[in-house]
């Protein structure tokens, strides 16, 4: 499990960005696969889930995840649901104290956020797509309207695929040049003609200083490049592989 600096700061709550050790799994989900959406068998998830939460000294029922879709719609959390009832959304926010916010990935980004003063949480799951559409901006702003204060949200980006492994086609810088030409920054050429290769976190860092949260960390690691520590849709993609475990990252108020 790893922390941020910023978030180890508010002093009221607790997090993780959890690697794919110390769980039950096998095969490609070996080992602390969380995520219900893989082929892995339920019984096994569940357990995985029980196990990151006991790390961060919370019942596995505690744990609140969503049916993520790439969109920028956030759910406000005030008690936890079954399974089945999950929200077709990205985001979390909650203010209520030992209801931990979940999310899961396997490249995109894991995006922690939480106000200084202990009023509010929010956790985001941020792909291209949802972070083009505005997923951090509409979790900043419904953690906003629980009572947070915006200068005083800290955030923290996870596990994420780096630059270095995420080449795109030439078709793909363009809805975010239409956007602002400064986002020419987040794109290199790739060895492939055509090709560039694009700066997730660093797009990520930006929309989230432009919503003025100003204290954010990242951390230095590839999803796609560390095999032994994540989990990688990219890495599957690229060996032909069927499918592939979800990395968790949680949160919570602890009172």
């Known amino acids: 499990m790893l922390s941020l600096g910023p ?19 096998d095969g490609a989900y070996d080992s602390l696969n969380c995520g219900y959406g893989s ?12 196990r990151a939460m006991a790390m961060l000294e919370l019942d596995g029922d505690r744990l609140v995840t969503t049916y ?7 759910a406000v959390v005030e008690e936890p649901w079954e399974r089945e009832d999950a929200p077709k959304v990205d985001a979390l ?13 396997a490249d995109c980004a894991p995006v922690l956020m939480a106000d200084a003063k202990g009023r509010a949480i929010g956790a985001a799951h941020a792909g291209w797509r949802g972070a083009l559409g505005g997923i951090l901006e509409a979790t900043i702003e419904a953690m906003v309207a629980l009572g947070a204060e915006r200068e005083a949200i800290v955030a923290g980006v996870g596990p994420t695929i780096g630059q270095r492994s995420y080449e795109v086609g ?9 956007q602002s030409e400064d986002n020419g920054d987040f794109f290199y ?10 700066d997730l976190k660093g797009y990520i860092a930006r929309r989230l200083g432009r919503a003025e949260v100003t204290r954010i960390q990242i951390l230095p690691c590839d999803t796609c490049a560390e095999e032994n520590r994540f989990f990688s849709y990219r890495r599957a993609c690229l060996r032909g592989e069927s499918d592939y475990g979800r990395g968790l990252s949680a949160i919570y108020l602890e009172h």
């Open 7 to 25: 978030l180890n700061e508010v002093a009221c709550i607790r997090h993780g960005f959890f690697s794919r050790n110390g769980g039950v799994s």
């Open 170 to 178: 030439l078709e793909f810088p363009a809805p975010f040049l239409e």
């Open 189 to 198: 050429p790739a060895r492939r003609e055509g090709h560039f290769m694009f």
């Open 93 to 105: 926010v909650t203010r209520r104290p030992k209801l931990a916010l979940g999310i899961l990935t």
């Open 68 to 74: 993520q879709c790439h969109s920028a719609e956030v």
């Open 39 to 50: 082929g892995d068998a339920a019984e096994k998830v569940s357990e995985n889930r029980v």
